[in-house]
């Protein structure tokens, strides 16, 4: 069964980039069968989708914050990340990673992580 | 700006059956916005339950179903249990490969 699992720094300053790195275990990243999502919740609050990486390496990203993001696929290591620029006190939140099936929407998701932006 | 909308709150009996809806701002929704829902309790990561409409997620029982109903999408649960008082979200494509989550739905079993 495919497992994800979030990583990087938990504090982050800001107006600095949040970068968050996904680890697929259990399965191939390289499949033309499922997309890579990143999906955020704030605290307290609903869940919002980032965006996805597909097999070919193409991204798609929320309006919202496809000003400030970037999100890329490394095959070798089995990870997909998120690159988030300009931060502020707003994207404080917890990142989900998780795979898309062939809709695109998330099936198995990564545990969280929590992302503090703060000086 | 499309909004997804769902009930923020709802209440159900233990053992009765509840049905929450995942609707659009603007328009309505059909099989080719492939809802999907989840289940979160506090602290835990989301649980999908249902993706393009009304494919379980394996090892979610069949008292949870997923369907369109008129404009919207719908989950029902039936034989409500006390573990199912958590939160439900739905997540609807909007095109241009764009999803958008709805606000989630508090569900009661009280």
């Known amino acids: 069964q495919v497992q994800l699992q979030e990583s990087g720094p938990g504090l982050v300053k800001p107006s600095q980039t949040l970068s968050l790195t996904c680890t697929v275990s259990?399965?191939?990243?390289?499949?033309?069968?499922?997309?890579w999502n990143w999906i955020r919740q704030h605290p307290g609050k609903g869940l919002e989708w980032i965006g996805y990486i597909d097999y070919s390496g193409s991204s798609y990203y929320n309006p919202s914050l496809k000003s400030r993001l970037t999100i890329s696929v490394d095959r070798s290591k089995s990870q997909f990340s998120l690159k988030l620029r300009s931060v502020t006190a707003a994207d404080t939140a917890v990142y989900y990673c998780a795979r898309g099936g062939a809709s695109g929407s998330p099936d198995y998701w990564g545990q969280g992580m929590l992302v503090t932006v703060s000086s | 700006q499309t909004v997804v909308t769902q009930e923020p709150s709802f209440s159900v009996s233990p053992g009765g059956t509840v049905t929450l809806t995942c609707g659009l701002s603007s328009g309505s929704v059909s099989t080719n916005s492939y809802p999907s829902w989840y289940q979160q309790t506090p602290g835990q990561a989301p649980r999908t339950l249902i993706y393009s409409t009304n494919i379980r997620s394996s090892g979610v029982p069949d008292r949870f179903s997923g369907s369109i109903l008129g404009n919207k999408a719908a989950l029902t649960i039936t034989g409500a249990q006390a573990d199912d008082d958590c939160d439900y979200y739905c997540v609807l494509y909007i095109g241009r490969d764009v999803w958008v989550f709805g606000g989630g739905t508090k569900l009661t079993v009280l």
């Open positions: 259990g399965g191939s990243i390289s499949s033309d069968d499922y997309y």
